[in-house]
Structures are given as C-alpha cells and as structure tokens.
C-alpha cells in the first residue's frame, strides 16, 4: 500500500490532554514524515498547541468539536453522544477518511464505539485486545486482554490468527511463536475449548508456529512470542504482571534509601538500575489496540506523557502501512479453508412428504 497514510487522534482525550496529545503528535509526526493527522477537538486550544511545531502542524487538519468524553463519562451518554471528539475520530475511519484512530480517552467507551461504528471484519467472531509487554527473551504479544470474558475455540483461534499478524507487523518478527495459555504443557491439561483450539492450530498454517501449551510463567520467560488466552484470564494476567512490577519498584527503593551503606550501594549500581527502569519503562509498551475491527483502533493510556502516547501512535501507523487488516483476512481465508475440509459430512437430509 501507499506509504501516505491518515490517523485520525482524538485531541482531548487523556488525564493531560490536549497538551499531551499534541506533543505526541508532534514527535510521532518527526519519525514518520508521510503520515498525515485528522486531530479532533477545541480548535481554539489544538491551534495554539500545534503553533509550537511546525511540523505537526502541517501534517495535521483540525476538525473543532466542543464535546468531550470524560474518563466518569457514564457508557450510555458516550454511545448516545455523535459529536464528541472520539466519536468524530472513528467516524472518520468508518467514511474512510483515515485509516486508524488513537484515543487515549475513556476506554470502555472507546471500545463500545469502535465496534459499534467500526463492526468487526468479515470472519471474525470477537475482537480482541492485544498488548506489548517485556519478557527474558524480548517483548511479547499477548490477547485477549479482556474485551471477551468468555471465549470458545473460534475465538481462541482467530486470537492466535490476529496475535501472529500483530507480532509481524508491529515487532517485526517474520515467524513469531504462538502459545495458548493453559494450566499446563501437557496435551490432556485444560478445559474442551483450549484442547480443541490446540488442535486446529496443530494442523493449521500455523502449525510451524504453534508452540502448544504455555503456562503464567511463560509469559515472562518469553517462551513464545504470542500468548494467546481469553479475555477473563488475560486481563488477570495483565494487572497482575503491572502489580509485580510496582511492587519490584517499590521494593528497591526501601532497600537502596534503607542505610547509608545502601544509598552507596545504589550509585554503584546506578548505571544498571536506569538501564533496567528504561526497559521496564511503561511508556514503551503503551498502546493496547483493538483487533479485529474495519479499521485500527489504538487505546493510549489515560495518563501516559507525551513519549508514551507517541509510541501509541507509532503501534498505529506500523498496522497501517504493513496492511494489518489484508493480512488478517488472508489468515482467516486459510483457517476456514482447512476447517471446511475438515468438517464431518453433513447428515442426510429426510426426503419431502
């Protein structure tokens, strides 16, 4: 596809919008100098802003709207409201005027509207979220994050599809690893719908890929590259991982401002510890991103900074101009392919009276 590309960004939504967004945009605008901005909001304060970069400013079109959603914003009012700034942002991906939108605002209402607008592409079931998070081994892909708290094996299925193109496109990995998340490595462990998504991995396009069963500990490890699960246990995953990692955090501070004999232990071991913060930096991991629907769809974190919300950006353009939906209907083509050729023979059928 062409290299020139719109993304449509929600200016007013974030803990520290429109300033954040702005200078996110801003930074985003300076590593990719052929993508162009719809940003959507108070044109009077997004102005001012974009007056500060030049650049961003001439990459980016402002369409002014008066209406916000607010992070207390109740779900009904925000799918009921067609003039807000998230709103007019996936509006414009539906009429084709961009090709994705970045919004770090509410985030139920940002998933409502995306699928109620956007609906979900031909073939798949249930979109998913996916994010980015650090292991041993490299970053690693993991869905559902808990857009669907219960899941059969075409879920499960289609999840590991979209986590493969994920990893391909956004890492950059030409053959990514794909575990399901079990509660063990062996054949027989799990419930019906894992065993059975196991085996139409195991036979699938796949299947060179396919890693098997994968347990909590693998996420980190980096046993696989993708870590494919349903939405319940993705998200426990998920805000238990940011848990352990405050408490690591919290912990070194009591143990390096404990005695003088640590506060010297620590500037010894500074250099190490800020190269262990910057790659435990969240801000490198934001942007979870909706997949599954007619567009892209990125959620930034409420109260990311400006680096942060770039990076959600950059998670946005690399699905674009890497055809993030094409491959995912090429994967879906192949996955019934096979299902068909396999389906049992139909019953025949009672001849007419």
């Not at 207390?72 to 925000?78: E, N, P, S, V, W």
């Not at 575990?179 to 054949?187: A, C, F, M, R, Y």
Request: glycine share 12%; proline share 4%.
């Amino acid at each position: 596809m062409s290299t020139s590309f719109t993304l449509a960004v929600d200016g007013m939504g974030g803990d520290r919008a429109p300033d954040m967004v702005v200078e996110g945009l801003a930074l985003a605008a300076e590593r990719n100098p052929s993508a162009r901005f719809l940003l959507v909001g108070d044109e009077g304060r997004l102005s001012l802003l974009l007056a500060r970069h030049r650049r961003a400013a001439s990459a980016c079109t402002i369409r002014h709207t008066a209406e916000t959603i607010g992070n207390d914003t109740r779900l009904a009012a925000a799918m009921r409201s067609r003039a807000s700034s998230m709103r007019i942002a996936i509006d414009a991906v539906a009429a084709g005027e961009a090709d994705g939108v970045v919004s770090a605002g509410n985030t139920g209402a940002l998933m409502a509207l995306a699928k109620l607008v956007l609906k979900t592409v031909p073939g798949i079931d249930r979109p998913a979220i996916a994010g980015i998070g650090p292991s041993a081994r490299g970053d690693v892909v993991m869905l559902d994050l808990g857009a669907n708290v219960v899941c059969d094996q075409r879920n499960l299925v289609e999840f590991a599809v979209m986590g493969d193109v994920f990893a391909r496109t956004v890492l950059g990995l030409t053959t990514p690893t794909i575990g399901l998340l079990n509660v063990g490595s062996e054949d027989m462990k799990g419930d019906e719908r894992v065993r059975a998504a196991a085996e139409v991995l195991r036979v699938s396009h796949l299947a060179p890929q396919f890693h098997g069963f994968v347990e909590g500990y693998d996420i980190t490890a980096g046993t696989t590259d993708v870590i494919v699960t349903d939405g319940f246990t993705g998200n426990v995953a998920l805000k238990t991982g940011e848990g352990a990692m405050r408490l690591v955090g919290e912990l070194l501070r009591q143990v390096f401002s404990g005695s003088l004999a640590a506060r010297v232990g620590y500037l010894l071991a500074r250099p190490g510890l800020e190269r262990l913060r910057e790659w435990l930096d969240p801000r490198r991991y934001n942007g979870a991103v909706l997949l599954g629907l007619n567009g892209v769809v990125v959620k930034s974190h409420g109260g990311t900074d400006a680096q942060g919300f770039a990076h959600a950006m950059d998670v946005a353009m690399d699905m674009v101009m890497h055809g993030f939906n094409d491959r995912i209907r090429e994967g879906l083509t192949r996955i019934m392919a096979l299902t068909v050729k396999d389906a049992p023979p139909a019953a025949p059928q009672p001849a007419a009276p």
